[in-house]
């Protein structure tokens, strides 16, 4: 069963930066998986913010965060990446790492299309 780790949450003031990190379980491999950051606030749904296909490097973004997050793969530690600049209010929420089977399809961004999940960490974005 693959596990997957996140941390690097925290507590930043609007226009911060963050660095979230995503640790899979050893043996895991990254081959031909969508694997993707979401993200959710109390009372709201969970939605997708960033996914990566490790086969091809395609990337997609939410529209809320075109521009400022960057999701990427750190091959050296084995991570999946989700590097936050411009952090405003309204992006504070639990994010959560995801990954896809391999060969499942679906939409990128869509929860219900993710097999496996992380616990979350928690971003606050306040004044």
């Known amino acids: 069963q693959l596990k997957l780790v996140e941390s690097g949450g925290g507590s930043v003031q609007p226009g911060g930066s963050l660095r979230l990190s995503c640790l899979a379980s050893?043996?895991?491999?990254?081959?031909?998986?969508?694997m993707a950051w979401f993200r959710q606030a109390p009372g709201n749904e969970r939605e997708g913010v960033a996914a990566?296909?490790?086969?091809?490097?395609?990337?997609v973004y939410a529209d809320t965060v075109k521009g400022r997050f960057t999701i990427s793969r750190d091959n050296a530690k084995n991570t999946l990446d989700l590097q936050m600049n411009s952090l405003k209010p309204e992006d504070t929420a639990m994010y959560y790492c995801?990954?896809?089977?391999?060969?499942?399809?679906?939409?990128?961004?869509?929860?219900?299309?993710?097999?496996?999940w992380g616990q979350g960490t928690q971003v606050t974005v306040s004044s």
């Open positions: 990566f296909f490790t086969e091809s490097g395609s990337l």
């Open positions: 995801a990954a896809r089977t391999p060969g499942n399809t679906g939409r990128p961004l869509s929860p219900i299309d993710y097999d496996y």
């Open positions: 050893s043996g895991y491999s990254y081959n031909r998986r969508w």
